[in-house]
């Protein structure tokens, strides 16, 4: 324990956060997640000191093209809004069976 804080085990950002292995599927998705919650412009790969996080965290990390991201999001856009659609769906369909 340092300064009262007690570390984390290795894989871990905090008690319930689990760091998943690194995947280029996994990273690409964390950067299209990145620009679309944090309203980041898909060029923000391009970045030169982004480049250098990346490189400096894990050397030969290729980058996607900003393109590359915009595709994801717009891919991650379609996909989950099928399951936004359905909840809603089931919802709908709930609500019209309780009894009042």
Not at 25 to 43: E, Q
Not at 93 to 98: E, P, R
Request: charged share 25%; proline share 7%; aromatic share 8%.
């Amino acid at each position: 324990m340092r300064r009262g804080v007690a570390p984390l085990a290795a894989g871990t950002l905090n008690d319930t956060t689990v760091v998943p292995p690194y995947s280029v599927s996994g990273h690409r998705a964390l950067i299209a997640l990145r620009c679309a919650k944090s309203f980041r412009p898909f060029n923000m790969v391009r970045d030169k000191f982004y480049k250098m996080e990346v490189e400096m965290l894990r050397p030969g990390t290729h980058l996607p093209h900003p393109g590359t991201v915009s595709k994801d999001i717009n891919h991650l856009y379609q996909e989950l809004s099928k399951d936004v659609r359905a909840y809603f769906e089931v919802r709908s369909l709930l609500s019209g069976l309780v009894i009042k």
